[in-house]
């Protein structure tokens, strides 16, 4: 199996927070509640540490990487399956596989799967009939009398034989034709399943660790099923072509069955031995040349290009690329010297095996117990089957392997059903009032029960029409309140409610429907400028004059103007014609993409972190005028000079809501969270002013 892309690597939350003191709930505004003690981190000496344990890891590897660099993701997970296959099992798993490879190929196109089953069948029978037509020629050839004479009794069967070459040929062609049609379709049909199902799961099976894990196998669903469908042709035409052979034998003498296995159990178990040495030498080898690849990608990326360069990382980089490389080679000889000992081995088994079988056959021809055309046909018959016999256990290995990430597939398809976010429920009014949160209570699933919540009991309410900001330290649980509120999640105990419709009652199609959001990390689509704005709104056909006042409302226009094609400027480096934005840039197309969608509830995430102080201000009064408009705003922000311009505040901490109010309200508060984050800031400034 081909080494597959680097998945993204997952992060791990580690809980950090202690037990806090019981928090009281905002009753009055604007309030306080007792500040939460200070939480602990987690000792660094609990940090699991690797053990070298793979063979011919370099301590280069163990340094950098801290042991053998494993893949960690769903589909490493089948990792040595391919090894664990016994000659049995593979009996056993080929009808499954088979019927899997049939179920894949007509759903996707009917009349392609006719044709190349026609074919298939039609080569199997056109080979028995072509071995019998030789038989017939080789017994006509060898019969007593003048050339002549032999010659015209040969020449029907030297003619089907030529037929049948003829015919083989053709089908050849009709099952390439029909494979060929079916592999891309195939593939289609199951990328479509993958992504639809993909994508309308809950965000919370997103997070799920084994739901991500089969997320990310099942990925390689869609190209393994178009490469079943060669290997099953492959074993199709294998088995067909044995049985066409094993039949002739049988009925041609009844000891040519038996010399067709001795032939070829030796063959096929060379062939299964080989193979699986050679896997098992890829797999030992691809950690040594992926951790080559991660330095060499490390000593060229873009983002590394300073560093290595001031710091003078890069001979130090390469002497460790050198030692890897060094006991990679090291590897590979050791692999090369034990292959090329199997495969003697291999060799002269076979060798043995075929000695003995046609020093059956001379013995039989020369004792006349068999005639010499049929010791001829047998010849050319077990030649045939054995070499079908080894393609034959190359292709079960192979169809095997990637029946695996089929199977994950399918497995994906079961599990995102049950994950999926229903349609239905209540309605949501299309210009809400009021949002409220009722002592709302969240865990991130998976997370351990025992951890403080990441939101504990959380009552508040946010107005439509209006500026709420909502403020806190990292990991405070603002975003998480953003993404109950957006749906994104159900809470544990308490409710959010769209007026009085609870998140888990509501239909939460329209609730997204309500909703833009300008996240912190909002996507940078690798598409143009165009479609990076009107995918803001992906259903509607794209609207120009929208298009236009979106960018304008978000200082976007500016950005367009410079851009070498304008609209149609493709924002993504490495690609020709492709442009790259600076962050700032970005992030008007990213308020402009959240205009362009025009929903009636706006969350804006750190809108202004890469833009000027200009273009900040700017931001902020359009974000004014559209509260004035009627549209409520969501603010997340840790600029508290950026609060004043919210009217109501809510200030998470720990998870805990500890003060809401309006911004002068809050700083009113003697010893306040609020006022306290608003004075550290402040102090800030004051220094550089040198106050
Ligand atoms: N996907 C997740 N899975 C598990 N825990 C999470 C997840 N996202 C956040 N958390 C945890 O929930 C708590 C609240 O996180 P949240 O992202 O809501 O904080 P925040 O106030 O938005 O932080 P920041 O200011 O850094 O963006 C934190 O303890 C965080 O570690």
Redesign the pocket.
């Known amino acids: 199996m081909p080494d597959p892309p680097s998945a993204p690597t997952r992060w791990a ?1 580690t809980s950090s ?1 202690s037990p806090r003191a019981s928090p009281r709930r905002a009753a009055r505004r604007p309030t306080r509640v007792a500040r939460p003690t200070s939480p602990t981190r987690p000792d660094s000496r609990e940090v699991p540490v690797k053990t070298p344990s793979s063979p011919g890891t370099s301590p280069s590897e163990h340094l950098l990487f801290g042991g053998p660099l494993l893949y960690d993701t769903g589909w490493s997970s089948h990792d040595g399956a391919f090894t664990r296959l016994s000659l049995w099992s593979m009996v056993r798993t080929l009808p499954p596989l088979v019927l899997t490879t049939v179920r894949l190929a007509r759903d996707a196109d009917r009349a392609a799967l006719r044709l190349v089953a026609a074919a298939e069948i039609g080569r199997g029978v056109v080979q028995a009939v072509g071995l019998v037509a030789v038989n017939a020629v080789l017994a006509a050839v060898l019969a007593d009398g003048g050339a002549a004479d032999r010659l015209r009794e040969a020449l029907p069967s030297l003619v089907l034989v030529a037929v049948a070459a003829v015919l083989g040929a053709l089908l050849a062609a009709a099952s390439t034709y029909g494979s060929g049609r079916l592999e891309p379709k195939v593939e289609r049909v199951a990328t479509e399943r993958y992504l639809a199902r993909a994508s309308r799961v809950e965000l919370a099976a997103i ?1 799920d660790d084994q739901f991500h894990r089969l997320l990310d196998t099942a990925q390689y669903g869609a190209t393994a099923a178009r490469r079943m469908i060669d290997y099953c042709t492959r074993v199709i035409n294998a088995l067909l072509s044995l049985v066409a052979a094993a039949s002739v034998l049988t009925v041609l003498h009844p000891v040519l069955l038996p010399l067709l296995a001795l032939m070829t159990v030796p063959r096929m178990w060379g062939t299964l031995v080989t193979t699986r040495r050679r896997y098992q030498s890829f797999r030992t080898w691809v950690q040594h040349s992926r951790a080559g690849r991660v330095l060499s990608s490390e000593l060229t990326a873009t983002e590394t290009a300073s560093e290595i360069r001031v710091h003078q990382v890069g001979p130090f980089l390469l002497k460790h690329f050198r030692n890897m490389s060094a006991s990679s080679e090291a590897e590979q000889t050791r692999l090369a010297r034990l292959d090329a000992r199997t495969g003697l081995w291999a060799a002269a088994w076979t060798g043995l095996a075929g000695a003995a079988t046609y020093l059956t056959l001379g013995a039989l021809a020369w004792s006349g117990t068999m005639a010499m055309s049929v010791a001829g046909t047998a010849v050319l018959a077990i030649r045939t089957g054995s070499s079908s016999l080894s393609g034959m256990v190359q292709a079960i290995n192979n169809l095997y392997d990637e029946s695996l990430f089929v199977g994950d597939l399918d497995r994906l398809c079961v599990q995102a059903a049950d994950w999926a976010i229903p349609t239905g429920g209540r309605p949501v009014p299309p210009r809400p009032r009021r949002i409220t949160f009722e002592r709302v209570t969240f865990r ?1 699933p998976g ?1 351990d029960p025992d951890a403080p919540p ?1 939101l504990a009991d959380v009552s508040l309410t946010i107005p439509t029409g209006r500026i709420t900001a909502l403020v ?1 330290e ?7 309140l953003v993404k109950l509120l957006a749906g994104l999640y159900l809470p544990e105990g308490g409710r959010v409610s769209w007026d009085g419709v609870p998140t888990c009652q509501a239909d939460r199609h329209q609730v997204f429907a309500r909703i833009a959001m300008v996240a912190q990390d909002f996507n940078r689509w690798r598409f143009t400028a165009r479609v990076n704005v009107a995918i803001g709104d992906p259903n509607a056909p794209i609207d120009d004059d929208r298009l236009h006042a979106a960018a304008q409302q978000a200082g976007a226009d500016a950005v367009i103007k410079d851009l070498p094609r304008g609209w149609d400027t493709l924002l993504a480096r490495g690609y020709q014609g492709g442009h790259q934005l600076s962050g700032g840039q970005w992030q008007r197309l990213g308020i402009a993409r959240a205009h362009y969608r025009g929903a009636p509830v706006l969350i804006v995430d750190e809108p202004t972190a890469a833009l000027d102080a200009r273009e900040e201000q700017r931001v902020f009064d359009q974000i004014r005028e559209l509260a004035e408009g009627g549209q409520t705003v969501i603010l997340i922000t ?1 600029r508290m000079a950026s609060v004043r311009h919210a009217d109501l505040v809510h200030v ?1 901490d720990r ?1 805990h809501l500890v003060e809401s109010g309006t911004p002068r309200e809050l700083l009113e508060l003697p010893e306040g969270h609020f006022r306290e984050l608003y004075e550290i800031q402040a102090a800030q400034f004051d220094r550089m002013a040198g106050r």
């Open positions: 939350p927070t997070e991130y997370t990441a806190g990292n990991g405070s649980g603002k975003s998480t840790h998470l998870g």
